[in-house]
Antibody, heavy 119, light 110 residues
Framework: EVQLVQSGAEVKKPGESLKISCKGS????????ISWVRQMPGKGLEWMGR????????YSSPSFQGHVSISADKSISTAYLQWSSLEASDTAMYYC????????????WGQGTLVTVSS | QSALTQPASVSGSPGQSITISCTGT?????????VSWYQQHPGKAPKLMIY???KRPSGVSNRFSGSKSGNTASLTISGLQAEDEADYYC??????????FGGGTKLTAL
């Protein structure tokens, strides 16, 4: 059974750093890209970017470039989303998702990680 | 990339059919037959319902169907059921390994 299990909810202060994780199982982790998707409170889904776990090549949406970084450790089948300096506007639910064949749709999703940034 | 355009809300009575539209541009929906649709119930992760415009993943009811004409894709739900009440998002491949979502549509089963 394909599963993506994300790390737990986080509460941080503005300016702090954070790294959340997404562990894949039930499939060959290096065969499929992993995307990250943001959902701000009461809002829609936004595609942030993706990583190819086989070589760690990443591509980020222009809207998120420079503010977050995506990485992966294929030895433990885990992808990461990282901030060096959080802002209050980063408060959101973050989902990881596996990109299906040819990377054109998201076929399996993690349960989401809620990040709250507040002073 | 701009978000794809969806109606904010649609509604229908049980048993009826409803259609949700998703309008993009010639850079995404219009060029690629790579539109997908996701269902999201409150407090839950999204679920893939349709991919590559009209294909259904295993386990998804055949009451859900997709189509595309020009820059607009559509999701049709036939025989509406109470459990279909959720938010629905379209998504298109937009080239260079990128994806773009629609703003989402809240479906209410009256």
């Amino acid at each position: 059974e394909v599963q993506l299990v994300q790390s737990g909810a986080e509460v941080k202060k503005p300016g702090e750093s954070l790294k959340i994780s997404c562990k894949g199982s039930g499939y060959n982790f290096t065969t499929y890209w992993i995307s990250w998707v943001r959902q701000m409170p009461g809002k829609g889904l936004e595609w942030m970017g993706r990583i190819d776990p086989s070589d760690s090549y990443t591509y980020s949406s222009p809207s998120f470039q420079g503010h977050v970084s995506i990485s992966a450790d294929k030895s433990i089948s885990t992808a990461y989303l990282q901030w060096s300096s959080l802002e209050a506007s980063d408060t959101a639910m973050y989902y990881c998702a596996r990109q299906g064949a040819a990377g054109t749709f998201l076929d399996y999703w993690g349960q989401g990680t809620l990040v709250t940034v507040s002073s | 990339q701009s978000a794809l355009t969806q109606p904010a809300s649609v509604s229908g009575s049980p048993g009826q059919s409803i259609t949700i539209s998703c309008t993009g541009t010639s850079s995404d929906v219009g060029t690629y037959n790579l539109v997908s649709w996701y269902q999201q119930h409150p407090g839950k992760a999204p679920k893939l319902m349709i991919y590559e415009v009209s294909k259904r993943p295993s386990g998804v009811s055949n009451r859900f169907s997709g189509s595309k004409s020009g820059n607009t894709a559509s999701l049709t739900i036939s025989g509406l059921q109470a459990e279909d009440e959720a938010d629905y998002y379209c998504c298109s491949y937009a080239g260079s390994s990128t994806l773009v979502f629609g703003g989402g549509t809240k479906l209410t089963a009256l």
